[in-house]
């Protein structure tokens, strides 16, 4: 039986593994065939920002293509490319604005709380991953 | 030329988004600019024991091509000359002991770090 998953995120990118969490949360959760919506909250709408670039790591001696960094823009974008309309990304408009946040790759969307609690109240599994 | 001890309090802070740890990353950076030592503390003293190579993570088709392996950059500062230590009551609390160690890192006392500090020109705590 397929269902579907509701995961609020706070954290933004390169700041703690609660995201890496989150993002294998989805992938799992997208494999056995279920729905994830996510509403990114405060700092995590700044996951999805178009403008992440990978980097080289001079420490380790190696360029772009050889470190293959994957930025958190791009792990999203991978997310709805294998969801096939299964998940929905949802940035609080109000922590994008003050962010300066508002320009994202494809697939989410803006909106807000009542975006969450409509989510939450249809019976749906929910997990709120805060921030420390 | 100036010595800097670092502090590191907090291990695997965003280590698979980065690939790295950045304060040991910036640690190394830094290394043949300033004298730099390391102090493991709280749960980055993780850092000095294991040499396995990291899992692979893969997300949504997508590896992590050059996932972070924190005892092998541990062992390179070390190769190039920075003094590692790592408190031995921290240690303890995660059931670990000198034994459990790499080789070159050394068991600091925690009534001993204010020494360390002493010692140093800067100290800079992540």
């Known amino acids: 039986m397929t269902s579907s998953l509701n995961l609020l995120i706070m954290d933004p990118p390169y700041e703690s593994e609660r995201t890496t969490t989150a993002f294998r949360l989805i992938d799992a959760a997208l494999a056995r065939g279920h729905s994830v919506r996510v509403f990114a909250y405060e700092g995590a709408v700044n996951l999805t920002m178009a403008g992440q670039a990978a980097h080289p790591n001079p420490l380790h001696g190696t360029d772009v293509d050889a470190e293959m960094h994957p930025t958190t823009r791009e792990w999203v974008e991978r997310l709805f490319a294998v969801a096939g309309g299964r998940l929905e990304w949802v940035n609080c408009g109000l922590c994008v604005d003050e962010r300066g946040a508002g320009d994202w790759t494809n697939g989410p969307r803006r909106g807000g709380p009542a975006d969450f609690t409509g989510w939450v109240t249809d019976g749906s599994a929910t997990i709120v991953i805060p921030t420390a | ?90 240690a303890s609390e995660y059931g670990l002991d000198s034994a459990s160690f790499g080789a070159g890192l050394e068991p600091v006392p925690r009534r001993e770090i204010a020494v360390l500090v002493d010692a140093h020109d800067l100290t800079w705590r992540f």
Not at chain 2, 12 to 41: K, N, P, S, Y
Not at chain 2, 66 to 75: I, K
């Open chain 2, 1 to 90: 030329m100036t010595s800097v001890l670092t502090i590191l309090s907090t291990g695997h802070r965003a280590t698979v988004e980065e690939q790295d740890d950045t304060a040991v990353w910036f640690a190394a950076m830094c290394a043949g600019d300033l004298e730099i030592d390391l102090l493991l503390t709280g749960s980055a003293v993780l850092y000095g024991v294991g040499s396995d190579a990291p899992p692979r993570l893969e997300l949504a088709g997508r590896p992590a091509a050059c996932p972070p392996h924190m005892s092998a950059e541990v062992a390179r500062l070390i190769a190039r000359g920075v003094d590692v230590a790592y408190v031995e009551e921290d």
